[in-house]
């Protein structure tokens, strides 16, 4: 029985109707209910799940008829971002979960690909495509970015492609494009398929997609309640750390950390599968009396081996461009993996450091406590 509901759900899915069902089977869920009231002969009752269910019929046939089917007014074009600094604008991007109707406009489109030609770095790669894949639960998408890799398994190349991906999505975010990350909810063999001779199954892999285009008001119901209850983050004194333990909070405010505090909050916001959050950071120190910030680790928790690494390298894109943007220079290495303790509820593994370029010099207080 399970077996045939998963097949259903995934048929749904794909086929684009499960972002629209709910409306339609809880409407038919007070109807029957109603008709089940009828012997208790409390017209009051009756009436309220007749009401209930013609409401949610009415916003049930209301996103077929205007988001499905597409019978709406024409949308402009969005607005280029003016008058706003990089960050402001990164900071305001939000995964896009319906697209417009409308092919990206030749000038978008040139840049992009020359975003893309910038990002890559081989064996990882990003293939455009202007095909009606099916995906969940983006809504009207048709143009999207394959995020490819080498086949056999390769976590650092996981974290790299993720790091490229971002990069590229954050690009076309400052030049007024709007994307959403799709990872479980894509359907690998239409993919495969249209990309033709561009994908080899014996050589590539399938890391991710992303869905781009121009950002729609139309939304279906349901994908307005997930994109409201999903669209939540961790506190930062939850996601960066004193050190290797995962033990105190990193004090974000203070220098020398507070020079990193748009990289930390950047870093917040970055995509992750279902917005788990699986990236933590803690702040690398050397030396004693004076002690020396010498750059940041990057620890994963739980043991998944893809979207996990895919998530980190989202993160260290952000990381990357803040400091870019903050004019603070360093690079990402793998130096000898720190002491770590083993949270109850997490497997925490280290990944990478961002070493700082120059060490920044940490001054104690002669009095008191710094953490």
Known sequence: MMGILTKLKKKLMFTGWLQYLPPGIISLFFYLCAMAAIPVHSLFLIILLLTMGTVSAALFLKDLYIVKWGHHKIEPLPEKPENLTSFEILMKRRSCRSFQLRNLEEEDLRNLLDIIKMEEKPPIRVEYIHAPLRVWPVVNAREFLILLGPGPYN????????????????????????????????????????MGNR??????????????GYRSRYKPLMIRVMHHYLHRRHHLSYLFYTDSYLDGPLPVDKDPYSRFRQAFDFCRWAPSSLNSQTTRSAARLEGNKPEKLIGFDFFTLTDSHFYTPLALGIWCANWEMSCELLGIEGEFTVMEAPEMRQLPEYSVHYDITWKLKEPILIERPEKGFYF
């Open 155 to 194: 976590r650092e190349e996981i974290i790299q492609g993720g790091q490229v991906m971002q990069r590229v999505v954050n690009k076309a975010t400052l030049s007024g494009l709007d994307t959403c990350w799709i990872g479980r909810g894509a359907d690998v063999q239409s993919i495969q398929s249209h």
């Open 199 to 212: 994908f080899n199954p014996e050589k590539d892999h399938i890391l991710a997609i992303c869905a781009i």
